[in-house]
């Protein structure tokens, strides 16, 4: 790992490529695993505002669960995760007319029709977020479901880092961004990296 600023960047981010290819997944991780995505706590009103926006647009199971216990909980681990149906399915997931799995809220904002952006999480994911001591530490979470995102990534040659840039910068900033391309540039120098 190598310390930027106050966070621990894994070297997989320099070192791996990843591209996602919604075609090869159809929208896996919005759908898979055992809880819902990561939130912080300043995310959850804004998904609320989210749901109530999207409501023609979510399913009705998805509705179902929002008005049960709202647009989060805590998992098992004691972690703030969005809700999700039946033990898999974000309630923001739905389906494009390929059957691709999609965030809602993502779509929407993409779209112009939404000011609210999809939770940090979801949008640094393969990267994940933790804490060491009082440093933050991003790391890269391997997941089968995202082999064609990773052979996507090669055959483009684009650096995890740098398929993550938008988000990266969202929570991050530019300045953090631009140190973690220049320590990419050195690590490269200094024959770390391939």
């Known amino acids: 790992m190598v310390e930027i600023q ?23 991780c919005c759908v898979e695993g055992d809880a819902g995505a990561p939130l912080a706590l300043e995310e959850i009103g804004e998904l609320e505002e989210a749901a109530e926006a999207l409501r023609d ?3 009705p199971d998805a509705l179902s669960v929002i ?25 923001f997931a739905v389906k494009n007319a390929e059957g ?12 112009g029709r939404l000011d609210i952006r999809k939770p940090i999480s979801c949008a640094l994911y393969p ?18 479901i995202c082999e064609g995102a990773c052979k996507l990534g090669r055959e483009l040659k684009l650096p995890l880092y740098k398929f993550l840039k938008e ?12 140190e973690c391309d220049l320590v990419c540039g050195e690590l490269k120098k200094q024959g770390y990296l391939d």
Not at 6 to 27: A, M, P, Y
Not at 127 to 140: C, E, H, K
Request: glycine share 8%; with cysteine; net charge negative.
């Open 6 to 28: 106050d966070t621990l960047v894994s070297f997989d981010l320099f070192r791996e490529c990843f591209c996602c290819d919604l075609h090869s997944c159809g929208g896996a």
């Open 57 to 59: 647009e979510l399913t």
């Open 67 to 91: 008005d049960a216990q709202g647009v989060a909980y805590i998992d098992k681990d004691g972690q703030m995760v969005t809700s999700i149906v039946d033990g898999k399915d974000c309630v």
């Open 100 to 111: 691709i799995t999609l965030c809602a809220i993502d779509r929407a904002c993409r779209e």
């Open 127 to 144: 990267v994940r977020v933790s804490r060491v001591g009082d440093m933050t530490a991003l790391n890269y979470n391997r997941w089968s």
């Open 167 to 178: 988000p990266l910068v969202r929570a991050f900033g530019q300045e953090w961004w631009d």
